[in-house]
């Protein structure tokens, strides 16, 4: 039975594969890029967890990484409807179905790859952080 911590990774999978981008998780970067971009889910650092202890629970600001690539010549308008679709998706279930208590993406930083003898890559880390409280931190 997974963890808490890898049901909510796994939908947070789920709803980036539901976007027209190929989406990938622990991945790495394929040698062709699709035309619609790439996504590749990071499992990131649960960090520090505040406890709480009547009842006992570890209470976690879980940051997940969402690479964000795309290639070609209309890579930046590609790009931005690529990001867009990413915050569509988290903001419309900001708690994955009841899963965690708050999902939130902050601000990509792109920047331009170049690619010897093909076009250049547009690529960002979207960090996204998950609200989520659990009984145990291994369980």
């Known amino acids: 039975m997974p963890t808490p911590r890898e049901t909510i ?21 394929p040698e062709r890029v699709p035309s619609a ?21 570890y209470h976690y600001q879980h940051r997940a990484e969402i690479e964000a690539v795309v290639q070609g010549a209309d890579r930046d308008a590609v790009f931005d409807a690529l ?15 009841g899963l965690c208590d708050w999902v939130e993406a902050e601000a990509p930083r792109p920047v331009d790859l170049p690619v010897e003898g093909a076009a250049s890559l547009k690529a960002a880390v979207i960090p996204v952080v998950l609200h989520y409280s659990m009984a145990d931190p291994l369980t």
């Open 83 to 97: 990001t867009a679709s990413v915050g569509a998706a988290l903001t419309a279930d900001r708690t994955l179905g």
């Open 9 to 29: 990774l796994t939908a947070l999978y789920a709803r980036l594969s539901a976007l027209p981008a190929t989406t990938l998780r622990g991945d790495v970067l």
């Open 37 to 57: 971009g790439l996504l590749i889910l990071r499992d990131g650092e649960p960090g520090e967890p505040e406890v709480t202890l009547s009842p006992l629970a």
